[in-house]
């Protein structure tokens, strides 16, 4: 059955249908061949206000549309970029709790580059930098899939963080925490300590966007031989971490200085242009996504660090090391109150104030 938008009261038993709605074409939509969701019928797009004067019923069904979307993406990463949908923890089975990460067919044997994918916060998961950006602009802005597609151009690997699936299944079909993976930090260091670091990769990328970045800071804490040894270059997409704020040790301070990590912020600068920000003077170097929006620096800044990208691959491991034993040490300040407790703040999006979410796809657009 195919539901159209109307401008009708809907009756509270039609409001129920959309909880049975298992495929985007029963919704109503598709994605037509440049990648944007349109309605089925006349190719218009996706309309929130569905049921008039029933914002509840129109929640509810953009809800089960960016379900929808979500699985819509993550189809796409195994049919058509040939991705492994790996379950985790490794050892979980099928009547247990457990969450998924995506992978290269090769990412166990490549012994090339690795290019990791790790989204922000909120209501999205493997595949996606943002659900709203999906539904309302197109694939192409939204997802994962132009990163990986380009690396499989390259001949790289990719591995695929899914930080916010938290919770799964049990065999009685009750909720439950997945193990080891409850949290994003808890998801993150899993992944990357019984994953990433017994890779073959010689060199690995990674793509952060916003809440993404403070995972991948953590990382370099407390995954320091993988992380140090192996990673030659970290892209931020509006990444809201901070070196002060989480009290970040020598040895990320001065990796994050070091040339091999940059943060491009939303901004209304031209893409790619340097940035010269107070509250980052001890942190990594910033620069333009060439975008206000912060749900589309991934998509403005992605040529930018494409092109970064080769440059820091085609560097010689020497000159890498040598450009990371040149920095001098930063130290850090760290300011306490009157009471002794430590004062900082951490980075926020360089975006203009965040109004009050009226919707589910404004709580979407303020996701970290």
Avoid at 17 to 45: C, H, M, R, T, W
Wanted: hydrophobic letters at 35%; charged letters at 20%; glycine letters at 6%.
């Amino acid at each position: 059955m195919t539901v159209n938008d109307h401008n009708s009261d809907s009756s509270g038993d039609e409001c129920e249908l959309q909880d049975n709605i298992n495929s985007l074409e029963e919704l109503g939509y598709k994605f037509d061949e440049a990648g944007k969701l349109v309605n089925v019928d006349d190719d218009s797009p996706f309309n929130f206000n569905y049921y008039p004067s029933n914002h509840k019923e129109n929640q509810r069904r953009y809800e089960r549309l960016g379900t929808l979307v979500t699985e819509y993406v993550q189809n796409q990463l195994e049919t058509e970029h040939g991705l492994e949908r790996i379950s985790v923890p490794l050892d979980s089975d099928a009547q247990s709790p457990h969450g998924f990460i995506f992978a290269s067919p090769n990412y166990k044997t490549n012994d090339g580059v690795l290019l990791v994918l790790i989204p922000g916060s909120g209501a999205v998961y493997a595949g996606l930098w943002s659900r709203s950006v999906v539904i309302n602009n197109s694939l192409d802005e939204g997802s994962q899939l132009p990163y990986i597609k380009y690396a499989h151009d390259k001949g790289w690997s990719v591995l695929v963080f899914n930080p916010n699936l938290n919770m799964a299944e049990n065999e009685n079909g009750a909720l439950e925490t997945i193990p080891e993976n409850g949290t994003p930090h808890e998801h993150a260091s899993y992944v990357w300590n019984k994953v990433v670091s017994t890779l073959p990769a010689k060199k690995i990328l990674i793509v952060a966007h916003s809440y993404g970045g403070v995972l991948v800071t953590s990382l370099a804490e407390t995954g320091q031989e993988t992380f140090l040894s192996k990673v030659r270059a970290v892209a931020f997409t509006d990444s809201v971490h901070s070196l002060v704020y989480m009290r970040s040790p020598q040895h990320v301070v001065d990796f994050f200085k070091s040339g091999s990590v940059i943060n491009w912020i939303s901004s209304n600068k031209k893409v790619n242009e340097p940035l010269s920000l107070p509250h980052m003077k001890f942190d990594c170097e910033v620069r333009s996504a060439g975008t206000t929006v912060h749900t589309l620096t991934s998509h403005s800044a992605r040529d930018s660090i494409f092109e970064w990208f080769e440059q820091q691959i085609n560097l010689e491991n020497g000159d890498v090391n040598g450009s990371q034993a040149n920095i001098k040490p930063v130290e850090i300040p760290v300011e306490k109150s009157p009471s002794g407790a430590l004062h900082a703040t951490p980075n926020k999006p360089q975006t203009e104030k965040v109004p009050t979410p009226t919707s589910a796809e404004d709580i979407d657009s303020i996701e970290l």
